[in-house]
Nanobody, 121 residues
Framework: QVQLVESGGGLVQPGGSLKLSCVASGFTLDYHAIGWFRQAPGKQREAILCIHANNSAMYNADSVKGRFTISRDNAKNTVYLQMNNLKPEDTAVYSC??????????????WGQGTQVTVSS
């Protein structure tokens, strides 16, 4: 069955970096866009970045431009989220999701369980 498993979260100081991984199984990653989302306590889930199946990225949140990047390694069935210059407002549960299509414009139909990122001194 389709599974997405995130890892790499943790506690980091402001200005620090983290790299999250999303390992996919049960489907061919090559044919699907993958998105990263986050949800902070008391807030709605926010789409932050997506990577099309052709490796081009689409930013959904202006707040992460210049700080976060997304990449994929289809051979490892993994999508990465590199987060630099982290801020306390980046604290959230980060989840990846499989888009039903090749591009990030379609619906997401499978979600991972999420990984906690806490930015605090």
């Amino acid at each position: 069955q389709v599974q997405l498993v995130e890892s790499g979260g943790g506690l980091v100081q402001p200005g620090g970096s983290l790299k999250l991984s999303c390992v996919a199984s049960g489907f061919t990653l090559d044919y699907h866009a993958i998105g990263w989302f986050r949800q902070a306590p008391g807030k709605q889930r926010e789409a932050i970045l997506c990577i099309h199946a052709n490796n081009s990225a689409m930013y959904n949140a202006d707040s992460v431009k210049g700080r976060f990047t997304i990449s994929r390694d289809n051979a490892k069935n993994t999508v990465y989220l590199q987060m630099n210059n982290l801020k306390p407002e980046d604290t959230a549960v980060y989840s990846c999701a499989r888009n039903s299509g090749y591009y990030c414009i379609y619906q997401y139909n499978y979600w991972g369980q999420g990984t906690q990122v806490t930015v605090s001194s």
